[in-house]
């Protein structure tokens, strides 16, 4: 009988590849479109894309006769009490909501509507914007060129939203919005909230077309700003205005100005700013009482005297920013002297210990096949060492540069960010779950794929090994051992080619053990001579693959709830069924292979969307006891501010090394009891789904991934854990209290 080698099926690296190439392809999409939703709710912010097109939305030659009728959509944000978002000018501080819209070709989007704002003092400082539920409404014009996909009958509408969000303290939001406008029949469900806002918006003065008044001017005068503006409606005469100057850093906010009544004039005169950065010819402004607002564009008579050195961030702004890390100093990064060196050694260590982690093991497996392959040919050892090892730091180098670059092109995202979309993870579990069933024997490639193609591994062994160090680098990416997360966070802050080489010495620690082997015939000789015990090794393997598809299954289940789950198993069976089909022979092999593609097309249309839908998060899934609490942004401040000491672990469901603390240490009866012995608060930040805020507290830790445990206590930096957590450690850093 001639034994066949089941060591490395010839196509597996090539579907390795691809498959890993798509995940980082996917990984750069989440965002936009795995992610986005019509509402996203902060601790302080409920933001919620709105649409309104009471007569439909008009398509084709419709069009051109569509312009009395109305197709808006506007982000409506509703503040918790005492924080606010900003208006088109900020005022002294702050930064305006940015709307960036993605939208089918012929539908343009036009500014936002900005209601009338409300000045909002702040100490010695004052702003402008909006308190309570504010929307912020957008026009959409219909141009005879949109036309609609074939077979679709909505106008799908993207939204990426930026908005400032403060209270004392200010916090940086964003969100991915995504909302279909029906074709046909009419969107009024918020039809009231729309009325409301466009009632809110400033009116026009009285005057020429565009407000512009030959009598309403200001002039400069001296430090300040005389203005005077006609036209107004009878019944403000008398009336108290406020004021609100729509070009930034020209006025100074806060300072006291005064305002007066001349017959049908009104006149005000205001401080200029001893910061001012602007200087309009024509200067814009709102004026407002009782709710309602009256806009008009003042030309400027005068010269502007000289102006402050612009900033690119006022510095109010950048005081107000920091003022949340105020309380407490992040430890020093790993390399508290700024040495490249200590945090290349640390990356090489943690790359090694990664060897150790449980979802790098099936990886590590299957290379045992390889070296009882080659048996005494040492030339093919140091050739597949010498090729796994360029895949594992190739692949390193490449994720960690596609981190760099998202981060660069403002994503807040850290390491292990591609097994935070429900894409990437339902790829990965159709990946091994080929491999399972491969190694199971329930196929092999060669009978499945053209003969050219199936030969391949044996013609590029090298090509093969260096594959399988991707393989390596994509279920070990999500990991973070030992000395690595200090590294990583590290090496985010550094110039790119030195961040690139931390990369690489993580990659080159996860392939030294096998390198080194391969050097070494002693390791070659200790394996058993090539026979069949490899088949049954080779079998015996598939359960771990079937295992990590358990354990991506999970994942999948925590993102995009119990449906998603259920629909990817479904997919996974109908794949292995497709797959089985391709083992048959003659007539029967032509029919199955038909019905079992036909079936996983059919179920992937209709049922494919729930594994990649997220599923809104349940309060139950915040934490994983009642005697953990969410983490929030500014929670651990006030906890500490009422003198309790904080404990938080900052977990993601697919860090294998979370959950394993997490049912061994931080599930310990003794060590909890002492956590409520010292009274200290436990909070959980689940970063499973991208979180920019839970990124944003990890970056001030110095770290850049997950597993992450810190202990806060009033007046002392805060302890940060190691990444393998024992009971003794926490216990000791709980005895610092």
């Keep these: 009988m001639t034994f066949r080698n089941p060591s490395r099926p010839p196509w597996r690296a090539v579907l390795f590849a691809v498959f890993f190439i798509a995940t980082l392809h996917l990984s750069t999409m989440a965002t936009g479109q795995n992610l986005a939703k019509p509402v996203v709710t902060t601790p302080e912010v409920r933001a919620e894309l709105m649409a309104h097109a009471p007569q439909g939305v008009p398509t084709g030659a419709g069009a051109d006769k569509a312009s009395g009728q109305p197709v808006w959509v506007g982000l409506q944000l509703a503040h918790q009490p005492h924080w606010h978002t900003y208006w088109k000018n900020s005022g002294d501080s702050g930064l305006p909501t940015e709307l960036q819209w993605t939208l089918p070709p012929g539908v343009l989007a036009g500014d936002i509507d900005w209601p009338v704002p409300k000045k909002i003092p702040i100490g010695n400082l004052a702003n402008y914007g909006y308190e309570g539920t504010v929307l912020l409404p957008v026009p959409l014009t219909i141009t005879p060129d949109f036309k609609p996909p074939v077979g679709s009958d909505t106008l799908d509408v993207r939204l990426k939203a930026a908005w400032l969000v403060c209270r004392q303290e200010c916090i940086p939001q964003e969100g991915e919005f995504a909302l279909r406008i029906p074709l046909r029949g009419s969107t009024a469900l918020n039809g009231a909230v729309f009325d409301a806002a466009l009632a809110a918006r400033p009116r026009p003065v009285m005057g020429p077309v565009g407000g512009v008044r030959p009598d309403s001017q200001v002039r400069i005068d001296g430090d300040a700003l005389a203005v005077s503006v006609q036209g107004l409606p009878v019944a403000l005469r008398g009336k108290t205005l406020d004021f609100f100057p729509e ?42 009482a009782d709710g309602q607002g009256w806009r008009a564009e003042l030309k400027v008579l005068g010269t502007w005297p000289a102006v402050a050195a612009p900033a690119t961030v006022s510095p109010a702004l950048e005081a107000a920013l920091q003022a949340n890390a105020a309380n407490r100093a992040p430890p020093a990064p790993p390399a508290a002297s700024g040495s490249l060196l200590a945090a290349l050694l640390g990356a090489l260590v943690g790359g090694l210990i990664l060897n150790l982690m449980p979802c ?160 070494v015939p002693a390791v070659a000789r200790a394996l058993p001579r090539p026979g069949a015990w490899m088949d049954t090794f080779r079998r015996l393997m598939a359960f771990p693959m079937f295992a990590t598809v358990v354990w991506l299954v999970w994942v999948l289940g925590q993102q995009a709830g119990i449906d998603g789950a259920g629909a990817l198993l479904a997919l996974l069976v109908a794949l292995s069924f497709v797959i089985w089909s391709l083992t048959l022979g003659g007539r029967t092999r032509a029919v199955m292979t038909s019905v079992s593609i036909a079936s996983f097309v059919l179920l992937t249309m209709g049922i494919g969307q729930n594994v990649i839908k997220l599923a809104e998060p349940a309060s139950s899934m915040a934490a994983s006891t009642a005697r953990w609490a969410p983490w929030a942004p500014g929670e651990v401040d006030k906890r500490l501010a009422a003198g309790q000491p904080v404990f938080v672990d900052f977990t993601a469901a697919w860090c294998v090394t ?80």
């Design 360 to 519: 790098v093991f099936p990886v590590l497996a299957i290379k045992v096949l390889g070296f009882a392959q080659h048996g005494g040919d040492r030339r093919a050892h140091r050739l597949a060492g010498l090729a796994y090892t360029a895949g594992v730091v190739l692949s390193f180098v490449a994720l960690g540069a596609l981190l760099l670059a998202l981060r660069a092109a403002g994503e807040s995202l850290g390491w292990g960010f591609q097994l935070q979309n429900p894409a990437v993870v339902a790829a990965l579990a159709a990946l091994f779950t080929v491999i399972g069933l491969n190694l199971a024997g329930l196929f092999e490639f060669g009978s499945v794929l053209p003969s050219s193609v199936a030969s391949l591994q044996a013609r590029h062994p090298v090509a093969d090994s260096f594959l399988t160090g991707v393989l390596a680098v994509a279920v070990a990416s999500p990991c973070t051992a030992p000395f690595m997360g200090a590294s990583l966070g590290f090496a985010v802050g550094l110039p790119a080619a030195q961040a690139l080489a931390v990369f690489a010495a993580i990659g080159l620690g996860l392939a030294l053990p096998y390198l080194a082997a391969s050097f």
């Design 247 to 288: 070009t930034p850093e020209v006025i100074a906010t806060a300072a006291a100005w005064t305002q007066a009544w001349n017959g049908g004039e009104w006149t005000a005169r205001v401080p200029l700013s001893p910061q001012r950065a602007n200087s309009p010819s024509v200067l814009p402004v709102v004026l407002a």
């Design 658 to 737: 979370c959950q394993y603390n997490k049912k061994t240490t931080l599930a310990d009866a003794g060590l909890l009891a002492e956590f409520d012995a010292k009274k200290v608060q436990l909070l959980r930040a689940d970063w499973t789904r991208r979180d920019p805020a839970i990124t944003a507290a990890l970056a001030q830790l110095g770290r850049n991934g997950v597993p992450v445990y810190v202990l806060y206590a009033a007046g002392k930096p805060p302890v940060v854990l190691s990444e393998i957590l024992s009971v003794g450690e926490v216990r000791a850093a709980l005895a610092g209290l």
